[in-house]
Nanobody, 126 residues
Framework: QVQLVESGGGSVQAGGYLRLSCEAS????????MAWFRQIPGKEREGVAS???????SYAEYVKGRFTLSRDNAKNTLYLQMNSLTPEDTDMYYC????????????????????WGQGTQVTVSS
């Protein structure tokens, strides 16, 4: 059974940092597209960063240079290091996995992904 469990969210001041974790079970993360998304109520869930089986990483423009995506295959865990946080980064963050994996970069579009975690809240105050 596929399961994704996020952790690491919290409240920080602008300029601060957080590290999100997504522990996966039921499959190997290095064989799937894995991604982080974020969403605030009433808005579409938007892609933040993705990583493919071959390690190709894609970032949304608004996080480039601030966020770093990584994975630990031995722990079957995906990470998102978020630095230089701003109030605009306040969102619920979700971990996602697809069912098949691809060669090369993985999409940052919600319909591509089949499995989702429950989310972890990030709040950045000014």
């Amino acid at each position: 059974q596929v399961q994704l469990v996020e952790s690491g969210g919290g409240s920080v001041q602008a300029g601060g940092y957080l590290r999100l974790s997504c522990e996966a079970s039921g499959f190997n993360i290095d064989r799937r597209c894995m991604a982080w998304f974020r969403q605030i109520p009433g808005k579409e869930r938007e892609g933040v960063a993705s990583i493919g089986p071959d390690g190709s990483i894609s970032y949304a423009e608004y996080v480039k240079g601030r966020f770093t995506l990584s994975r630990d295959n031995a722990k079957n865990t995906l990470y998102l290091q978020m630095n230089s946080l701003t109030p605009e980064d306040t969102d619920m963050y979700y971990c996602a996995a697809d069912a098949i994996g691809v060669t090369g970069s993985c999409p940052l579009t919600k319909p591509w992904y089949d499995y989702w975690g429950q989310g972890t809240q990030v709040t950045v105050s000014s």
